[in-house]
T-cell receptor, first 111, second 111 residues
């Protein structure tokens, strides 16, 4: 089982739709969580950190469920420009501090 | 925007050549990373460093080598390039448990 798992998609949604992605992690000692966005042939860029109490940034909401070991990303009122791959990243506490990336979830927003 | 730079952005070169991909960051981050990513595929960690004079191999076996003589500089070297090395190489840096910042990447093609 991979340490961080994401549904690769693609999620194909119309403009204005609400879409949610989940990401599960296997290491219960995981401490820090992030969502990144990666456009085709570009580098990943930090979208938002994920805090224990959940957090919102405009149309984007991130949540953490430690009991079930998953994080989620909700995008409201999807725009064409939201089309990208969304990567889930998990840092474990102690040890090597090496972040673990999910393979990403592809989102396609169409007119 | 994060201050991490990679050069060259693109490189097309013949088999057997020695190649060095440069990566520099001005954020004073201790941790630096090299990833390899093929189009549409997931990121693979090939090298990382915790600080000066520290280098470790990542999850993906690679014929490349790295050095970390200065905090801000983390070059990657291929002693003898082969067509199988054709890929995109992404450099990143971070503080402990902080999100990574990525460079723009180097797209390498070996003929």
């Amino acid at each position: 089982r991979k340490e961080v798992e994401q549904d690769p998609g693609p999620f194909n949604v119309p403009e204005g739709a609400t879409v949610a992605f989940n990401c599960t992690y296997s290491n219960s000692a995981s401490q820090s969580f992030f969502w990144y966005r990666q456009d085709c042939r570009k580098e990943p860029k930090l979208l938002m950190s994920v805090y224990s109490s959940g957090n919102e940034d405009g149309r984007f909401t991130a949540q953490l469920n430690r009991a079930s070991q998953y994080i989620s990303l909700l995008i409201r009122d999807s725009k064409l420009s939201d089309s990208a791959t969304y990567l889930c990243v998990v840092h474990a506490s102690g040890g090597s501090y090496i972040p673990t990336f999910g393979r990403g979830t592809s989102l396609i927003v169409h007119p | 925007e994060a201050d991490i730079y990679q050069t060259p952005r693109y490189l097309v070169i013949g088999t057997g050549k020695k190649i060095t991909l440069e990566c520099s960051q001005t954020m004073g981050h201790d941790k630096m990373y090299w990833y390899q990513q093929d189009p549409g595929m997931e990121l693979h960690l090939i090298h990382y460093s915790y600080g000066v004079n520290s280098t470790e191999k990542g999850d993906l076996s690679s014929e490349s080598t790295v050095s970390r003589i200065r905090t801000e500089h983390f070059p990657l070297t291929l002693e003898s390039a082969r067509p199988s090395h054709t890929s995109q190489y992404l450099c990143a840096s971070s503080g402990t448990h902080q999100p990574q910042h990525f460079g723009d990447g180097t797209r390498l093609s070996i003929l």
